[in-house]
């Protein structure tokens, strides 16, 4: 199978959370030696713009014109790898980098997404108790939220409903409490309780069959680090109990990978200033570099 190279876009942007930390990722992973370890050229670190604590008013969402403005930026960045060939590694960041990768797909053609995220991250402004982006990415890039959001030069949705697969989610507590809409009947949905009885590597294949109809040029992977069991991962901001294991992670990867047909991956969420003793990051590079190999195929 031919391969394609890798190339590495920092993207370390804030602009979806309250606190900060998260922007400390792209580092940490480097430092970790993921892409010499990956083979991965660097092409280049987008600054974020600055962040206003107060979410606006209009669309009840920290940041919004800011994510507004700088999705399409990060989009022309994702872009520019894919135009060289090779196949962007995203390291954010928050959640809300997702906008700018599924923009730059979009603008291409139609592609699907497979987001594994300890959160289904699909609540609307009206609900997420601190006006989160992060929280509510899945929602805006398939077209549910305010305009500013998910109009992107006016290309509303950036991944069609049906075209998602939601992958690994367990925060089913915090979106009964805070009364999170659910998720659209179209978008194929696999929790973290369908993932433990299928096993994760079927239900991984299953995903793949729904991500590589006819119809799709092709499909996006985002990895929240919060997928991780928070007994491995407490270096994310927002923790719920259980998760993947390593090995597990690793394993749905290398199932949607060895398909040829992923082209691009994004990584968020983990916060280095919560990693205490390091060993969070150092897994995460690990199963990184474990799962992704020295090139992508093709």
Not at 23 to 31: A, I, K, Q, V
Not at 59 to 84: G, H, M, Q, R, Y
Not at 90 to 115: N, Q
Not at 195 to 220: I, P, S, Y
């Given at each position: 199978?031919?391969?394609?190279?890798?190339?590495?876009?920092?993207?370390?942007?804030?602009?979806?959370?309250?606190?900060?930390?998260?922007?400390?990722?792209?580092?940490?992973?480097?430092?970790?030696?993921?892409?010499?370890?990956?083979?991965?050229?660097?092409?280049?670190?987008?600054?974020?713009?600055?962040?206003?604590?107060?979410p606006d008013?209009?669309?009840?969402?920290?940041?919004?014109?800011?994510?507004?403005?700088?999705?399409?930026?990060?989009?022309?960045?994702?872009?520019?790898?894919?135009?060289?060939?090779?196949?962007?590694?995203?390291?954010?960041?928050?959640?809300?980098?997702?906008?700018?990768?599924?923009?730059?797909?979009?603008?291409?053609?139609?592609?699907?997404?497979?987001?594994?995220?300890?959160?289904?991250?699909?609540?609307?402004?009206?609900?997420?108790?601190?006006?989160?982006?992060?929280?509510?990415?899945?929602?805006?890039?398939?077209g549910y939220?305010?305009?500013?959001?998910?109009?992107?030069?006016?290309?509303?949705?950036?991944?069609?409903?049906?075209?998602?697969?939601?992958?690994?989610?367990?925060?089913?507590?915090?979106?009964?409490?805070?009364?999170?809409?659910?998720?659209p009947a179209?978008?194929?949905?696999?929790?973290?309780?369908?993932?433990?009885?299928?096993?994760?590597?079927?239900?991984?294949?299953?995903?793949?069959?729904?991500?590589?109809?006819?119809?799709?040029?092709?499909?996006?992977?985002?990895?929240?680090?919060?997928?991780?069991?928070?007994?491995?991962?407490?270096?994310?901001?927002?923790?719920?109990?259980?998760?993947?294991?390593?090995?597990?992670?690793?394993?749905?990867?290398?199932?949607?990978?060895?398909?040829?047909?992923?082209?691009?991956?994004?990584?968020?969420?983990?916060?280095?200033?919560?990693?205490?003793?390091?060993?969070?990051?150092?897994?995460?590079?690990?199963?990184?570099?474990?799962?992704?190999?020295?090139?992508?195929?093709?």
């Open positions: 199978m031919p391969t394609r190279p890798y190339a590495i876009l920092e993207a370390p942007s804030t602009l979806g959370l309250a606190t900060d930390g998260v922007e400390g990722l792209p580092d940490r992973l480097l430092e970790l030696g993921l892409a010499d370890r990956i083979h991965a050229r660097r092409a280049g670190r987008l600054a974020a713009p600055p962040k206003d604590p107060t008013p209009e669309t009840l969402t920290l940041n919004a014109k800011a994510i507004a403005a700088w999705s399409p930026e990060l989009a022309d960045a994702v872009e520019a790898v894919l135009d060289a060939g090779d196949f962007p590694v995203v390291l954010g960041g928050d959640c809300t980098i997702l906008l700018g990768s599924m923009l730059a797909l979009r603008r291409r053609g139609r592609y699907g997404l497979f987001f594994i995220d300890g959160n289904a991250d699909f609540f609307q402004p009206e609900a997420e108790p601190n006006g989160e982006g992060a929280s509510m990415d899945l929602a805006f890039v398939t939220g305010p305009a500013l959001l998910t109009e992107l030069e006016g290309r509303r949705p950036l991944v069609r409903p049906e075209d998602a697969v939601a992958f690994a989610f367990r925060d089913h507590e915090d979106q009964a409490e805070f009364g999170s809409q659910p998720l179209g978008l194929s949905a696999y929790d973290l309780h369908a993932v433990r009885r299928l096993g994760v590597e079927a239900a991984a294949r299953a995903a793949l069959v729904h991500l590589t109809r006819a119809e799709l040029d092709g499909f996006f992977i985002h990895l929240d680090a919060d997928c991780l069991d928070d007994a491995v991962m407490p270096a994310v901001d927002f923790r719920v109990p259980g998760g993947l294991s390593w090995d597990e992670l690793a394993a749905a990867l290398r199932i949607v990978l060895a398909s040829g047909k992923a082209v691009g991956l994004e990584v968020t969420i983990y916060n280095p200033r919560l990693d205490l003793d390091g060993s969070a990051g150092r897994g995460l590079a690990d199963v990184l570099a474990s799962a992704l190999g020295t090139a992508a195929p093709a």
